[in-house]
């Protein structure tokens, strides 16, 4: 399986805005929904966006639910995560991934090949 890569994190202030990008060249990702995951220190990975194939349907961790969008250019092979008013709450590692079901967020069956993630850090 191609890793997918994450980039677009940094450190931002409280109320600040990032936009990560996933690049999702593997085909693994044709066809399929992608999810935005994050990990944040000492926790488990959990789910933060999702979009379809299409891009016409998006769902939401409650979380990040009217701060979060999701999109996708599929020409380009990149799903974008659009972060605005963040909260020191959404310091974590932030990975994309293939699924097979956009809510409940499922991963595609079989993908084990999670990328580097990319950090968001948000100061109070």
């Known amino acids: 399986q191609v890793q997918p890569v994450e980039s677009g994190g940094g450190s931002v202030q409280a109320g600040g805005s990032l936009r990560l990008s996933c690049s999702t060249s593997?085909?693994?990702?044709?066809?399929?929904?992608t999810g935005w995951f994050r990990r944040a220190s000492g926790k488990e990975r959990e789910f933060a966006a999702g979009?379809?194939?299409?891009?016409?349907?998006?769902t939401f961790a409650d979380s990040v639910k009217g701060r979060f969008t999701i999109s996708r250019d599929n020409a380009g092979n990149t799903v974008y995560l659009q972060m605005n008013s963040l909260k020191p709450e959404d310091t974590a590692v932030y990975y994309c991934?293939?699924?097979?079901?956009?809510?409940?967020?499922?991963?595609?069956?079989?993908?084990?090949?999670w990328g580097q993630g990319t950090q968001v850090t948000v100061s109070s």
């Open positions: 593997g085909r693994i990702f044709t066809n399929s929904p």
């Open positions: 991934a293939p699924l097979r079901a956009i809510w409940p967020p499922l991963l595609l069956t079989g993908f084990n090949s």
């Open positions: 979009i379809s194939w299409s891009g016409s349907t998006t």
